[in-house]
C-alpha cells in the first residue's frame, strides 16, 4: 500500500491518503480540515477516494469529513460507535478549539474489531483501540507492514486521555496487547508528529517502558 500525508489545521494533524498500487483504488483517512488544501494534493496525485476512514471522533480528525465525502460522492466510514458522542458534539468541538462551525456527523458505518476494510486489492484489519477517545480505531495492512495508528501512539509518545472518556489504562493496554504484537518492523502513521516503527517505540517510547 501507498501512502502520502497532507498535514491540516492548526493542529498539524497528518490526513493520510492510502491507495492501492494495482488498481489506484484510494481511501482518504482522518480528513481533519482544509478541505480545498486536500483535494489539490490528491489532484496532483492523480487520485480520487474511493472511501472516508475515521480513526477516531475529535474534530481535528472528522472537520472536513462531510464536506470531502459529498464532493467526492463516497461513504465515511468508521469510527466504532463508542465515539458517537464525539461526532454528535462537533459543532461544540467548533467553539472550543476555535474551528469554524461543524455540523454532527453520522457515518455510513461503524466499524467493529476484526472487521476488515478494502482498498482496492489491499485488506486493512480493525483494531478497537480504546484510550485516547472510547471508540478509537487503527487500520492494519498486514501485508505491507503497515498500520494507520491515529492519536493511540507517536513517535516518543501517546495519545491524550485527560479528555472525556479518555483512560491511560486502557490506552496503554490496547498498545501492548494490539499494537506492539503486530512486529517491530511495522510502520505507523501517527495522527500528529512523524513516522516511527513500532520496534523503534517499543525499545525508546518512554510511555511503553
Not at 96 to 113: I, K, S, T, V, Y
Not at 147 to 161: A, E, N, Q
Amino acid at each position: 500500500m501507498k501512502y502520502h500525508i497532507i498535514p491540516v489545521t492548526a493542529f498539524a494533524q497528518n490526513c493520510s491518503v492510502i491507495w492501492c498500487e494495482a488498481t489506484g483504488t484510494a481511501a482518504l483517512v482522518d480528513p481533519g480540515g482544509d478541505a480545498e488544501k486536500i483535494k489539490q494534493e490528491l489532484a496532483q496525485l492523480g487520485l480520487k477516494p474511493a472511501q472516508i476512514l475515521l480513526t477516531h471522533g475529535h474534530l481535528d480528525h472528522v472537520g472536513a469529513a462531510a464536506e470531502l465525502a459529498a464532493f467526492y460522492q463516497v461513504e465515511i466510514v468508521g469510527p466504532h460507535r463508542n465515539d458517537a458522542f464525539w461526532l454528535e458534539n462537533l459543532p461544540t468541538q467548533s467553539q472550543m478549539f476555535g474551528f469554524a462551525h461543524c455540523e454532527p456527523l453520522q457515518p455510513n458505518r461503524w466499524l467493529e474489531e476484526g472487521d476488515v476494510v478494502t482498498v482496492g486489492e489491499v485488506s486493512l484489519q480493525v483494531l478497537l483501540c480504546p484510550g485516547h477517545t472510547p471508540g478509537h480505531i487503527v487500520f492494519y495492512d498486514a501485508a505491507g507492514r503497515l498500520l494507520v495508528s491515529g492519536d493511540v501512539i507517536f513517535r516518543g509518545g501517546v495519545g491524550r486521555t485527560d479528555f472525556p472518556q479518555g483512560s491511560h489504562e486502557d490506552l496503554i493496554t490496547a498498545i501492548h496487547t494490539k499494537l506492539l504484537p503486530l512486529g517491530d518492523d511495522v510502520t505507523f502513521l501517527p495522527g500528529h508528529g512523524p513516522i516511527s516503527t513500532l520496534g523503534e517505540e517499543r525499545r525508546n517510547n518512554p510511555f511503553l517502558q
